[in-house]
């Protein structure tokens, strides 16, 4: 069922037969798309050899990762933030720079010093990975608000399944990045949180919902029921909506809610979505995708001429053979370097449990086909999607939204 928002009445709109193909879809695409412990020793080993130039500079600076990298809820091509602390009046970017330089450690012409930006950030492609690596000095936010991911992680164990589908979605069509006019992952993994803690049905939270209704129903609620002229989003203090107005009661002297306006959970007076200014855009493609699924998952899908060879999913979301092989080449070169955290384990066994789901979906399981039977037809198709998008591909990830804490 889809839960009408706003108004609390509910109306059935599925076939469960394809409401549940579309749950275990995005649980195969998590398990396909997720970080793997082979990508993750690359990673490490990337900031291992960042982190050597920096501590040969300075010994006594302190290297800490933050962003996606740090919450694992990064794509396979994502970049990697690293924050340096230190005692300095102004941050040293053009010292390290040279340092970087010096040592071989990034692509030539790679390295770019964004000394004028907000959060000035040195920014540098790993020449042995490809690997996009921005690094900031002395700067909190990005770490404290890691923290605050993971631990809306551990509350919400369906989270992170549907941020890892919808930041594909947004990669895809160019709107993963502010300034490709998008909205950062920290913003979308805000309003992700703020839909889970304000859901009509709080069963919804559960590790055993439907995952392909609650992704529809986000879709939903952000493509076409939320208000974004009149209100605001809350976090804290178990979330709300808020009407704009109080928020700029708040809000820094000079500064107005943005289109999208997401009160900072961990900065008063911040507005998380004040640099979107692609936020309308976004409406747009969610919608997209709202009208996509819910005819996909709806009775009248028993009529589509291609129902039982075609991915619900892969309706809205391609994965290009260049990011296919590019994983294959890390598996080949770091597969005998892995090193499986206690927190990748815990992942697993999270995704263990909501694959089960309950016993019905289970049923169902083992008779309908599932996402991994049309990856030969979906993960490769590079072709034009709806709405004027594009297949995502290595090069399309650019680095993270410096205001928004590089998520």
């Not at 990673?43 to 291992?48: F, G, Q, S, T």
């Not at 690094?135 to 919400?156: H, L, P, W």
């Not at 804290?236 to 809000?251: D, L």
Request: glycine residues 4%; hydrophobic residues 40%.
């Amino acid at each position: 069922m889809s839960t009408r928002w706003l108004n609390g009445s509910i109306v059935t709109l599925t076939d469960p037969t394809f409401s549940i193909r579309l749950h275990e879809e995005i649980i195969d695409f998590y398990d396909f798309m997720s970080p793997r412990p082979e990508e993750a020793a690359m990673r490490r080993e990337v900031v291992k050899r960042i982190e050597t130039v920096i501590k040969d500079l300075w010994p006594t600076a302190d290297v800490q990762i933050f962003g996606s990298f740090s919450t694992g809820l990064y794509l396979p091509t994502s970049d990697i933030d690293l924050v340096v602390f230190g005692k300095w009046e102004r941050p040293p970017l053009q010292l390290l720079e040279q340092a970087l330089r010096k040592h071989n450690v990034a692509e030539p012409y790679s390295i770019k010093v964004l000394d004028k930006a907000t959060v000035p950030i040195i920014k540098l492609t790993d020449q042995e990975t490809e690997v996009k690596v921005d690094i900031s000095f002395n700067v909190e936010t990005g770490v404290k608000a890691a923290r605050f991911i993971k631990e809306y992680m551990k509350k919400y164990s369906l989270l992170p399944y549907l941020i890892l589908v919808l930041k594909q979605f947004l990669l895809q069509r160019d709107l993963n990045e502010v300034f490709t006019g998008g909205i950062s992952s920290y913003s979308l993994i805000l309003m992700a949180i703020s839909f889970l803690q304000l859901h009509p049905r709080i069963d919804a939270r559960r590790a055993d919902e439907n995952l392909g209704m609650l992704l529809i129903e986000f879709f939903e609620l952000y493509g076409r029921n939320f208000n974004y002229l009149k209100t605001g989003i809350r976090i804290k203090n178990g979330g709300a909506y808020i009407a704009k107005e109080e928020i700029m009661k708040v809000m820094t002297n000079g500064y107005r809610p943005s289109m999208l306006c997401i009160e900072d959970p961990l900065l008063p007076g911040n507005d998380v979505g004040r640099s979107s200014y692609g936020a309308m855009q976004v409406k747009q493609v969610f919608d997209y995708a709202y009208i996509v699924l819910s005819h996909a998952v709806s009775p009248l899908a028993r009529s589509y001429p291609n129902r039982d060879s075609e991915s619900t999913l892969g309706r809205i979301i391609k994965v290009t053979q260049e990011v296919i092989d590019y994983r294959a080449w890390i598996k080949k070169k770091w597969g005998s370097k892995i090193n499986l955290s206690p927190e990748l384990d815990n992942r697993l066994k999270i995704r263990d449990s909501i694959a089960l789901c309950n016993g019905e979906q289970q049923q169902n399981r083992d008779s309908e086909p599932s996402y991994n039977q049309h990856l030969a037809l979906s993960l490769a198709n590079t072709q034009q999607l709806s709405s004027g998008s594009s297949a995502s591909s290595v090069s399309s990830l650019s680095s993270s939204d410096i205001v928004s804490f590089f998520f």
